[in-house]
């Protein structure tokens, strides 16, 4: 089995765990010499951080660099840019498959190659995460030529543990529709986002949505159920000798609902550092901003810049107790490097996750609906803050509250992670059910 796992975002630390999540996935569904390759929005300085793994480019947005397309899209204010990319893909897939012997312009480039594995590949996915909405109109309208290009080739994708929706009524969301009717699977990650994308097939059609299912994050695959149980077993022996150590992730944000954005973040960063005093002066902790998105200058997110924002509302006095940890990860590092916490304030989803995989308890810090559905399966919907609505003294009230029930928290984290890892393990199984066949026809699902 080729298989191609699309539109990925190596350089943000929750999509890279995400891959080496679905990379676990897709080799225990179709065998240990199942060849994966990313197709990522920057496969070149992937490359570089994740050596292990093959990158090759994301078509589109490699053609959307060059300076014709840039070109079109300023004279025709965007309104032929996408049309233009998907007959620049289309065309070069024509030459590379049935004019193999026409040396055109462009044959050695980075599309070329990329669009020669999508013609080898046996199946096509589309990296799971939170980018199928409204709310993201650009991240929907970049990736259609993508699948569109997939529906050409008759490997249309599949799309990997997903928050989709809600969805807009215009002409790129029609698009979808059609995209998502045709795909043969479809997971999601909880039952609004299966609702959501019920209804936008339904409103283009009639057409069949048994393709979706319900599964839980696949980074929950990760979840480590040894070191769960020595950290059960450890949590029970008392170690007055060794302060609790804290893991704070913060990220930038902007968007505040009512509030104005300096407003916003100004609460923002006042209740995350009321919190790290209070358990610095009160429980005698360490704690470290650390994060999922740090440490690769190519990025256009560096939480640790964020976190200096939060360190100038800390008090003098408690300032040599906190450490801002800049360092780049990959996802087997981060998670050896959340071992050593006991407790872990996060506003990143896929550092909660990346924290419970480890059985470290989480404060969540939601600035999207996929954070609140998380806990509210963990039963620790009460833990919930959202970031739109933070105040620096009832944040420092549920901190505290926090800390002196981690008997219960810990508890209720640890069963509700090994039910996740459970739902998200289910995938293999949903897999081998729907493409049987295709381990053993190579080429069947392109036929």
């Known amino acids: 089995m080729k298989i191609i796992v699309e539109t990925t975002v190596f350089l943000n630390g929750g999509d890279a765990a995400i891959q080496v999540a679905t990379k676990n996935i897709l080799t225990a569904a179709f065998g240990d010499d199942t060849e994966v390759v990313f197709a990522d929005m920057d496969a070149q300085v992937a490359e570089w951080h994740y050596p292990e793994n093959t990158f090759i480019c994301f078509p589109s947005a490699q053609i959307r660099k060059s300076r014709s397309v840039r070109l079109v899209n300023r004279l025709t204010k965007g309104r032929l840019e996408f049309a233009l990319i998907y007959s620049v893909l289309i065309t070069t897939i024509f030459l590379e498959r049935y004019l193999k012997w026409l040396k ?47 529906i050409y080739l008759g490997k249309p994708p599949i799309f990997f543990t997903q928050s989709m929706g809600p969805f807009g009524d215009d002409r790129v969301f029609r698009r979808l529709a059609g995209v998502l009717r045709k795909s043969p699977l479809i997971l999601v990650r909880d039952g609004q986002s299966m609702a959501f994308a019920k209804g936008l097939i339904g409103e283009t059609g009639s057409g069949d949505t048994g393709n979706i299912e319900e599964v839980a994050d696949s ?48 609460k923002y960063h006042q209740s995350v550092a009321r919190a790290a005093a209070w358990l610095v002066e009160e429980v005698g902790a360490e704690v470290t901003f650390i994060s999922t998105c740090q440490g690769i200058p190519e990025y256009h997110f560096n939480d640790s810049n964020t976190a200096r924002d939060v360190w100038m509302y800390l008090p003098d006095h408690v300032r040599n107790s906190v450490v801002i940890d800049s360092q780049f990860r990959d996802t087997e590092t981060l998670l050896r490097k959340i071992d050593e916490f006991d407790g872990a304030i996060c506003t990143r989803m896929h550092m909660c996750i990346l924290s419970l995989c480890r059985g470290v308890p989480v404060l969540p810090i939601c600035y999207e609906r996929k954070t609140a559905d998380l806990f509210r399966s963990l039963d620790l919907e009460e833990y919930v803050t959202f970031i739109d609505k933070i105040e620096p003294d009832s944040f420092r009230n549920l901190v505290e509250r926090w800390w002196q029930n981690q008997e219960s928290i810990t508890e209720r984290s640890w069963r509700g992670t090994l039910a996740l890892r459970d739902s998200a393990l289910s995938t293999v199984g949903i897999l081998k059910n729907r493409f049987a066949q295709a381990e053993s026809q190579s080429g069947a699902v392109s036929s």
């Open 104 to 150: 055109y312009p462009g044959r050695g480039g980075a599309v070329a190659r990329a669009l020669r594995e999508y013609i080898a590949a046996d199946l096509i996915v589309s990296t799971g995460g939170t980018y199928l909405s409204k709310k993201h109109p650009g991240s929907v309208a970049v990736r259609l030529p993508e699948y569109e290009r997939d």
């Open 219 to 266: 980074v929950f695959v990760l979840t480590d159920q040894d070191k769960i149980e020595r950290r059960r077993a450890a949590s029970r022996v008392a170690r007055p000798e060794r302060r609790p150590r804290i893991a704070v992730s913060v990220r930038r944000w902007t968007d505040f609902g009512v509030r104005d954005s300096e407003v916003g973040r100004a």
